[in-house]
């Protein structure tokens, strides 16, 4: 099976989007929707899918990679080109969320698809095999449901869900092709309503709701405590809803209650009358303006909040609980949940309530919507985005000292409850000869957690032996295969002296010891870059000859890698920025996720990149050209880039800006991403691997500075940059165009990677630049001064 070429019907929020996506993936696509009725012109009657089409072009978060993206969709309608469908692969069904539409169209689609053409669906939850009732044999087999979550591109998690009529070979390949080619984490869920993800979800989000009401909270009570306090996102409870639309939460709640009439829950799913009288006041959430919370500029915050009682907007009373206040500090999100819920005050009591209510519905759902407990976590925190899942925040808080908790309470254990309090560990995870395991329902024992084959994560690494090398804000470890893996793990993997120093040592251990090195980690992001506090102290102290020795050393380190004789290759991904950023471009290759945001962002702090960043990013600018070249738009691209703080909005992206080469490869699942950078480090080892050879780098001279110069006071004339701005860029345009050089020159890389320091200590240096860098770590925003 191969898919190159898919169709998508369905032009709305989802389908657009689906399609975006798999034309990120490199995947040909046709996006179809309904034909404008009455219209006679072709343009006309595709407006309905034009204007999704073009949405998508402003849609945010973005949903495409780069600009070439847009290029792989064409258009269409269902009256005059449903049978184009004949060529897809794969047939994606993302219409209207009801039955008897998507049969009628699903039906057409039986007679017009290739036999060996997959087809799914997108409900969220609808019965998918009803769905395929009556079509032929060869449909069924090809038939199943590839449930993507809403942003498709950026929510990681697919419900994958097969009928028993579904060819195993079809599913297995979906998967396959979906975990690779479109980086989804992919699970397997039973054709229930609503699956996993919203099953769980949508309990958790009502319950809320309903113990809300019982104990007299308000809304901006409920999302202090739902929120990060337990692991999930800002949006918590309300502002979530918002986002979602209040119609759509009402919308899915009532179905669900009337689809699962033996859930002993179901009641739950009966929306609240004030939900009711928010629907008919048109407080819809952020799609109408106003819901649980209200914009207004004038209120503290830029936010009101509704009373539920009233009905009525009223500016946000912070809530205080001293519960709230001692839990938050604690580090892991199991030690705050569990001191939460031993607390006696009104946050204690309402988080103990919904929580042990949730987690009861959730063990009671298994085998019903999935058979281990592993896929049900997995759908919450890669669909929802909760830092962990059900099954392991209940048991690093005791399964067994909650359950005793909850039958004293009156609550019924569910069957996998009480078969793990029977069970010797008394937990639904564990760790059997150095493998994470589960409990397993069917056997009433515990069983390992196979990891995907391709799929290599730190803990595996940290399990299989002590770091070579290891100090408080990085390590090295042995990956195996003749591979080391220098991993940071400082605060928000940023570069400081210890980060440094492992990056020597580790370099040192390559070099005798392995054959290649990789760079890379886990968290949220990359590197966040160097560390400014390190950085503001150093320079209030004036103490300039030892800062200068101090970055001297630093940009010999970060240069490093391209001096060693083995290979070094970057594993990055998320936020890869500023001092990240230039490790990265610094290494002979870089695996990036598809998912990275790259960029020389320390303009934004009053200074220039000074690790070798503007030195490297001229040198693949410059790549071809002589002194008769177009050097003065080569320096210009450079210099708009560095000069402007511009974050690439993807790997994709970041090709295009040259941060990365055509050379270096891009994971679209992030998973597999410290595997492919293992195997690309080894490749280039057993190659025969030589280090590049230093090349001088072609530069402008007085007159690229004075074109630099005009751009500048054009843009200050405009307003659209201040005078300390300016300075910046003047400075940064002095090392782009090589300093006071008369003509265009090739000068070595030693020589500006010289100015290059001058120029970022003198700004650092300067009383504006120390008051952005102390203003940004007190805010995280910019200053402009």
Not at 577 to 583: D, H, I, K, T, Y
Not at 688 to 705: A, F, M, Q, T
Not at 706 to 719: F, H, K, S, V, Y
Not at 724 to 744: C, F, M, N, S
Request: proline share 4%; net charge negative; with cysteine.
């Amino acid at each position: 099976m191969e898919i190159s070429k898919a169709a998508v019907l369905g032009a709305g929020t989802m389908g657009s989007r689906i399609a975006a996506h798999l034309a990120n993936a490199g995947v040909d696509c046709l996006l179809l929707d309904m034909a404008t009725p009455g219209a006679e012109t072709q343009q006309v009657r595709n407006s309905i899918v034009q204007k999704a089409f073009k949405g998508l072009a402003k849609s945010r978060p973005p949903a495409y990679f780069n600009s070439a993206t847009p290029g792989r969709i064409r258009v269409g309608n269902f009256d005059d080109d449903l049978e184009r469908i004949g060529d897809a692969d794969w047939i994606v069904e993302a219409i209207i969320e009801k039955a008897e539409p998507k049969r009628a169209l699903l039906a057409k689609v039986d007679q017009l698809r290739r036999p060996d053409s997959i087809v799914t669906t997108n409900t969220s939850g609808l019965p998918v095999a009803n769905l395929a009732e009556g079509l032929s044999d060869s449909f069924r087999k090809h038939w199943l449901c590839t449930h993507f979550f809403n942003p498709p591109r950026h929510m990681r998690l697919m419900e994958l869900v097969s009928t028993p009529d579904t060819l195993p070979g079809v599913a297995d390949f979906v998967e396959d092709f979906c975990d690779r080619r479109l980086g989804k984490v992919v699970v397997r869920a039973k054709d229930r309503p609503n699956f996993i993800g919203n099953r769980i979800f949508l309990f958790a989000i009502m319950h809320t709701v309903k113990v809300m009401q019982e104990h007299g909270l308000t809304v901006e009570q409920v999302d202090a405590i739902t929120g990060p306090l337990i692991g999930r996102p800002r949006m918590a409870t309300f502002r979530l809803a918002d986002f979602t639309g209040i119609d759509i939460c009402v919308y899915v709640a009532t179905n669900l209650h009337e689809l699962v009439p033996e859930d002993e829950k179901r009641d739950v799913y009966t929306a609240p009358e004030f939900m009711h009288q928010m629907l008919a006041k048109k407080m819809l959430g952020d799609k109408s303006g106003q819901g649980f919370y209200r914009r207004d500029k004038k209120a503290p915050g830029g936010r009101l909040v509704l009373d539920l009682e009233t009905l009525e907007y009223r500016e946000i009373i912070k809530p205080h609980w001293d519960s709230v206040g001692v839990s938050s500090k604690l580090p892991d999100v199991a030690d705050r949940i569990g001191a939460m819920i031993e607390a006696d005050d009104a946050a204690g009591r309402f988080l103990w309530e919904t929580l042990s209510e949730l987690f009861l519905y959730a063990a009671a759902r298994i085998p019903e919507v999935c058979d281990d407990i592993l896929s049900l976590d997995t759908c919450l925190t890669s669909g929802f985005n909760w830092e962990r899942g059900i099954f392991d925040i209940w048991s690093r808080i005791g399964v067994e000292s909650t359950a005793k908790r909850m039958v004293a309470e009156g609550k019924a254990l569910p069957a996998l409850v009480e078969r793990v309090l029977e069970s010797d560990s008394k937990s639904f995870y564990g760790e059997a000869g150095g493998d994470r395991t589960q409990f397993d329902l069917a056997s009433g024992e515990h069983v390992a957690v196979t990891e995907t084959p391709g799929v290599l994560r730190l803990e595996t690494i940290r399990k299989a032996g002590d770091p070579v090398r290891t100090n408080p804000g990085a390590s090295l470890w042995d990956m195996g295969d003749g591979v080391a893996l220098l991993e940071f793990h400082s605060k928000a993997n940023s570069l400081n002296e210890d980060v440094f120093a492992m990056m020597a040592e580790g370099l040192e251990e390559t070099e005798k010891n392995f054959d290649a090195l990789v760079i890379g980690n886990e968290g949220s992001f990359f590197s966040s870059g160097a560390n400014l506090a390190m950085l503001l102290e150093l320079a209030k102290s004036g103490k300039w000859d030892e800062m200068d020795r101090t970055m001297a050393r630093i940009q010999r380190l970060i240069c490093a890698p391209r001096n060693c004789s083995k290979p070094v290759v970057a594993a990055v991904f998320g936020q890869t920025l500023a001092g990240g950023c230039e490790v990265a471009i610094r290494c002979d290759r870089i695996q990036a996720a598809a998912e990275t945001y790259m960029g020389l962002v320390e303009v934004g702090v009053g200074l220039i990149p000074g690790g070798g960043g503007c030195v490297e990013m001229l040198r693949r600018h410059m790549l071809g050209l002589d002194e008769t070249g177009d050097i003065t738009t080569a320096t210009r691209d450079v210099f708009e880039m560095i000069g402007t703080a511009k974050v690439s909005n993807s790997a994709a992206e970041a090709r295009d800006w040259r941060y990365l080469q055509r050379f270096d490869g891009i994971t679209m699942n992030r998973d597999r991403l410290l595997a492919e950078t293992k195997n690309r480090a080894r490749g280039l080892a057993t190659a025969g691997y030589e280090p590049p050879r230093p090349s001088d780098i072609l530069v402008g001279g007085r007159g690229v500075k004075a074109t630099l110069d005009l751009g500048l006071w054009m843009m200050r004339q405009a307003q659209y940059i201040s005078d300390y701005d300016v300075e910046i860029g003047k400075r940064l345009g002095t090392v782009l165009a090589g300093g006071d050089l008369t003509q265009p020159s090739f000068v070595s890389e030693d020589y500006l990677i010289g100015l290059e320091r001058e120029v970022f200590l003198s700004l650092a240096g300067e009383q504006k630049t120390q008051d952005r860098i102390a203003h940004f770590l007190k805010t995280r925003k910019p200053l402009r001064n």
